[in-house]
C-alpha cells in the first residue's frame, strides 16, 4: 500500500515525488511516455538553471526518485474502491491512499490531407527529436506560441532553412522569443493556414492558404507542427474527476480535485500558466495536500 501515486513523469509529478517523499510518505511515480519537457530545445525561464529540457528533466528524474519508487509502464485504469485506489498497468496492479494526476499534454494536430501520411517522413512534432534531419533543408514551422518560436531557433541554430507560418498577424509567444526569432532573421508568413502537405515518398511542398485570399505553393522538406497541446486526462475522467469544455482538470488552489484523495498538477489541470516553474509548484501543493489528507 503507497501513500502517494504519482502519475506521470514530467516537472509536476517528480516534484509531487520528491515533495511527498521528504514528508516522509511512501510514494510511488508512474512513467509511460517522456515528458513534453524532454523534447524541448533549451530552457533559460527556469530559475538558476539554462540547458536542454532533457537535461533539466534529467537531474528532476535523479533528485526525485531518491525518494519514490519508479514504474516504467503505462496506467490503464485507476478506481476507488473505498478509501483506497487501485491502479492498473500492463503488468500489475497496485494499491495507493492517494493519487496525484501529472499526465501532461499531448501535441495537437492539423488535421489537414498529407499531415498524417507523412509522419516520419517530413511531418514532425518533435524538432530536437528530428530536426538533425533537416540540416542544410528547408522546413516550415507551424504556430504562434513559445513551442513553435523555441521549434524554429533552434532549427535556425542547427542549421534548417526554417520559414515559421502562423495563421495571425501577431504571434501568442513571449516578446523575448519573439526578438529571439527575429535576431536571425527567421522569416515570417503571416495571416496564413496549412491546407494540405504534398509529396511523392517524403514531403515536398506545402500548399498554403492566406487567410483573406488564395492559395499558394512552397517548396520544403519539412512540416514542423507546433501548434498546442491537448490534455491527457482521460483516466482521471473514468475516475469521476471533473474537467473544463477542454478537458483540463478543475483543481482549487491546493490542486485538489472533485473526488476526495486525488489531486492534480501540472499542465493537465485548468490552470493559468503552463510553464515547468508552475508545474512545479503545482506538483509542491499537490503533495502538501496529499499530506494533508492523510494526516489531518
Ligand atoms: P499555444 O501557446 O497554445 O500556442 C499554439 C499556437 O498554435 C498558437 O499560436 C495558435 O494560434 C496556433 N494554432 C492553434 N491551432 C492552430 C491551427 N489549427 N492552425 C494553425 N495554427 C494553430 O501552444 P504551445 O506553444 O505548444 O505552448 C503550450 C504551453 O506551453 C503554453 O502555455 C506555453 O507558454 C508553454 N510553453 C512554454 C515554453 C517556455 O516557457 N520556454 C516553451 C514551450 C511551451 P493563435 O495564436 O492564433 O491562437
Request: aromatic content about 10%.
Amino acid at each position: 500500500m503507497y501513500d502517494v501515486a504519482v502519475i506521470g513523469c514530467g516537472p509536476a509529478g517528480l516534484t509531487a515525488a520528491l515533495y511527498a517523499g521528504r514528508y516522509g510518505l511512501k510514494v510511488i511515480v508512474f512513467e509511460s511516455l517522456p515528458s513534453q519537457l524532454s523534447t524541448v530545445p533549451f530552457i533559460e525561464n527556469y530559475p538558476g538553471f539554462e540547458g536542454s529540457g532533457y537535461e533539466l528533466l534529467e537531474k528532476m528524474k535523479e533528485q526525485a526518485l531518491k525518494f519514490a519508487e519508479h514504474v516504467f509502464d503505462s496506467v490503464l485504469d485507476v478506481k476507488k474502491d473505498g478509501d483506497v485506489f487501485l491502479i492498473k498497468t500492463n503488468g500489475e496492479e497496485f494499491k495507493a491512499k492517494t493519487v496525484i494526476f501529472a499526465t501532461g499534454g499531448k501535441h495537437r494536430e492539423l488535421g489537414v490531407p498529407g499531415e498524417k501520411e507523412f509522419i516520419g517522413r517530413g511531418v514532425s512534432y518533435c524538432a530536437t527529436c528530428d530536426g538533425h534531419f533537416f540540416r542544410g533543408k528547408k522546413v516550415i514551422v507551424v504556430g504562434g506560441g513559445n513551442t513553435a518560436l523555441t521549434d524554429a531557433i533552434y532549427l535556425k541554430e542547427i542549421g534548417c532553412d526554417v520559414t515559421v507560418v502562423h495563421r495571425r498577424d501577431k504571434f501568442r509567444a513571449e516578446k523575448a522569443l519573439q526578438e529571439e526569432l527575429f535576431k536571425r532573421n527567421i522569416p515570417v508568413i503571416w495571416n496564413s493556414v496549412v491546407v494540405r502537405i504534398e509529396g511523392e515518398q517524403k514531403v515536398e511542398r506545402v500548399v498554403l492558404k492566406r487567410v483573406d485570399g488564395d492559395e499558394f505553393t512552397l517548396d520544403v522538406d519539412g512540416v514542423f507542427i507546433a501548434v498546442g497541446m491537448r490534455p491527457q486526462t482521460d483516466l482521471a475522467g473514468k475516475l469521476g474527476v471533473e474537467r473544463d469544455h477542454m478537458g483540463y482538470i478543475k483543481v482549487d488552489k491546493k490542486q485538489r480535485t472533485n473526488v476526495e484523495g486525488v489531486f492534480a498538477a501540472g499542465d493537465c489541470c485548468d490552470n493559468p500558466l503552463k510553464q515547468v516553474v508552475t508545474a512545479c509548484g503545482d506538483g509542491a501543493i499537490a503533495a502538501n495536500s496529499a499530506f494533508e489528507y492523510l494526516n489531518l
